[in-house]
């Protein structure tokens, strides 16, 4: 059984289009992120959602926009994708203040 | 930024044990020591976590030392697929919800 789901697994697109991914959590939990980890290998994160609310927004472009319907679903739509938004996204999800769990990741290009 | 001191890499023969550090002497009295790893093109992987006490699950063990200044990751029986990078990441309990991932530590074991 899948944990922590996310699509597409990878998206290929170009400069100035605007995508979004999706991520859902079976585990119950009310709390859900997404971090985002550059060609460096870095692991930063960017939002978090409790209970739907917005609580952490880490000075991330304005382009992109987190948006949670429901405590199981957390999806990220950035608009205008720029040549340095190519990185991988990884979705999380925890109860609150809880260990978080990660999903395997979506890989984005941007040419 | 992360408030951890990890070795960039180590190696560990297959069957052996792998002893990981971790170094992190600002650490606060309400502050978690989390384990995550990241084997390739993967989500990180949670392994385990602890405040004060010795901690043991079946993945790993996590000895911190009585001032918790630092601390050790014990695999007890490495196998090849143990290769990851592993991650120290210290968490305040109750607060913020965000992991602080550094560069972590490339384990290699070999056959």
């Known amino acids: 059984d899948t944990a922590v789901s996310q699509t597409p697994k990878y998206l290929v697109t170009q400069m100035g289009n605007d995508k979004s991914i999706k991520c859902e959590q079976n585990l119950g939990h009310d709390t859900m992120y997404w971090y985002k980890q550059d060609s460096k290998k870095f692991l930063k994160i960017m939002f978090s959602?409790?209970?739907?609310?917005?609580?952490i927004n880490e000075t991330v472009p304005n382009r992109f926009s987190p948006k949670s319907p429901d405590k199981a679903h957390l999806n990220l739509h950035i608009n205008s994708l720029e040549l340095g938004d190519s990185a991988v996204y990884f979705c999380a999800s925890s109860r609150q203040s809880g260990t978080q769990y990660f999903g395997p990741g979506t890989r984005l290009l941007v040419l | 930024d992360a408030k951890t001191t990890q070795p960039t890499s180590m190696d560990c023969a297959e069957g052996r044990a792998a002893n990981l550090p971790c170094n992190h002497s600002?650490?606060?009295?309400?502050?978690?020591v989390y384990w995550y790893r990241q084997i390739h093109s993967q989500g990180p992987q949670y392994i385990i976590h602890g405040l004060k006490n010795n901690e043991t699950n079946e993945m790993a063990s996590l000895i911190i030392t009585e001032d918790r200044k630092s601390s050790t990751l014990i695999l007890p029986h490495a196998t090849l697929r143990d290769t990851a990078v592993y991650y120290c990441?210290?968490?305040?309990?109750?607060?913020?919800?965000?992991?602080?991932f550094g560069k972590g530590t490339k384990l290699t074991v070999n056959p």
């Open positions: 990441i210290l968490r305040i309990q109750g607060g913020s919800e965000k992991l602080v």
């Open positions: 959602y409790n209970n739907k609310e917005l609580i």
């Open positions: 600002t650490i606060s009295g309400n502050e978690y």
